[in-house]
């Protein structure tokens, strides 16, 4: 009967972890369904940016305060789950603070642990004044409707519970070990949970252990809930931050992409001794599509962009074409990739690995031509994003389907381009009558 707990214990882990497993496979296979990039540049170069932008939030603290607050949750969550170890090992061997041999370290361990847990607390609850009281404009943006807005604030209340079962769990633990409580071995410095000791002078043993008893499974099976809520909110960013800056460009920003059929043709056009009217090679590959209707058209960093996307609107916040009142958004952009791709990937695995076709597309049913010809390009939004999110690059190849494949570019870029073809610069003047202007008196 004593390994009971035990055992229950094992089973919720695996149940939790395994359901976790299921989740990260789908989100591979999804991201999968896009093409393979071509990965180029110094991997020292990538590891280095994983170091600064991913570990480091360097990009974070472009704004000081709320860098500082995100800081601070990070590293409590980061130091905390340290803790989780010791608590994962003494649900399976049934032993309580396993690590108390450490000794004075152990006291410094676990009082580290509660002065960042009461940081978690205040830093949480800033960020829900910041959010709901204060309504800092970005977070309530046309885009942030009911589930995006609702996700922010259930993690904050999420995080707000695990932080106080912690805080309960050492309290009443340590309220324990001042009454020589047997199982309950004196270890631990307890500088925030001793703060709430006088609540529980007055309770039996059994209540004590009870309380203790009850925070302890709650904590941890709150973390287990946590895990497997991360795939389906925005907050997917704490495991994904780091692969996506890995993979985050290292090219300048003002250089886009090289269409290798497009520069084979203009490499002809230019060859006075090409035949333009050369049927190709028998066992010539058959064109890509040029530019993305659907997320399968669109590399696999870029679906892996998606999952990343934190919702914090920076980018959104910095668009020049938002600002101005233009209907773009470059965060909306990600959120829209993210939520076809989920449902192409649902369609897929429904059908055992196979796309069958919805009459739907990525372009056109979540963005529309105004919002990508809104866009300046000028890599704002790129420069903004704190885990080096790319949304101009779907923007671009989006762009270059409308053009390429549809013919659908707007008046004004059809003139350019008819002018370019005709003059040889986008102004609608031959070459003869380009200086006529500095003649004029």
């Known amino acids: 009967m004593q390994y009971i707990p035990n055992v ?9 972890i395994g359901y976790f497993a299921q989740n990260i496979k789908q989100l591979i296979a999804n991201i999968r369904l896009g093409k393979k990039p071509l990965v180029k540049g110094d991997k020292k170069e990538r590891l280095k940016n994983v170091a600064y932008i991913a570990f480091g939030q360097s990009k974070m603290f472009k ?68 959010r ?27 995080e707000w519970v695990l932080m106080g079962l912690f805080l309960t769990m050492n309290a009443a633990d340590y309220q324990l070990q001042l009454m020589d409580a047997a199982h309950y071995t004196k270890a ?57 800056t890995y993979f985050g460009r290292l090219t300048p920003q003002g250089q886009f992409a090289h269409n290798e059929t497009v520069a084979k043709e203009v490499a002809m056009m230019m060859d006075p001794t090409a035949d333009p009217f050369a049927a190709p090679a028998a066992d010539a590959p058959v064109p890509e599509r040029f530019g993305a209707a659907d997320v399968q058209d669109l590399n696999q960093i870029q679906l892996l962009n998606a999952y990343t996307c934190t919702e914090c609107g920076r980018c959104t916040d910095m668009c020049p074409a938002n600002q101005t009142g233009k209907k773009l958004s470059p965060r909306k952009v990600m959120m829209d990739t993210r939520d076809r791709l989920e449902e192409v990937g649902k369609n897929t695995k429904k059908n055992k690995g196979v796309f069958v076709p919805d009459e739907k597309q990525l372009l056109g049913d979540y963005i529309s031509a105004e919002e990508l010809w809104a866009c300046t390009s000028c890599n704002a939004c790129v420069e903004a994003c704190p885990v080096s999110i790319d949304p101009l690059s779907i923007i671009m190849e989006m762009r270059q389907y409308l053009v390429m494949e549809q013919s659908a570019a707007p008046q004004a870029l059809n003139n350019m381009m008819g ?23």
């Open 63 to 130: 704004r000081p305060i709320s860098g500082l607050l995100h800081l601070v949750v990070y590293l409590g969550f980061v130091i905390i789950n340290v803790e989780v170890l010791e608590i994962v090992l003494d649900g399976l061997l049934g032993t309580h603070r396993l690590f108390s041999f450490l000794g004075p370290t152990y006291n410094v361990l676990i009082a580290t642990f509660e002065i960042f847990a009461a940081a978690v607390v205040l830093a949480v609850g800033v960020f829900w004044l910041r």
């Open 188 to 244: 631990g410095a307890f500088p925030v949970s001793s703060l709430l000791a006088p609540l529980f002078e007055n309770l039996s043993e059994t209540s004590l252990i009870l309380i203790e008893r009850g925070a302890w499974w709650l904590h941890i099976c709150g973390i287990l809930f946590f895990l497997n809520y991360l795939y389906y909110s925005k907050h997917l960013h704490i495991l994904l931050a780091f692969p996506n």
């Open 419 to 441: 002018n370019i073809e005709n003059n040889g610069a986008p102004w609608p003047y031959n070459q003869q009558d380009r200086l006529l202007w500095a003649q004029e008196k």
């Open 132 to 158: 709901n009281a204060l309504k800092i404009s970005r977070f309530w943006k046309p885009e942030m409707t009911a589930w995006p807005k609702n996700d922010a604030n259930y993690i904050l209340y999420i």
């Open 8 to 16: 229950v214990f094992a089973l919720i882990l695996v149940v939790g």
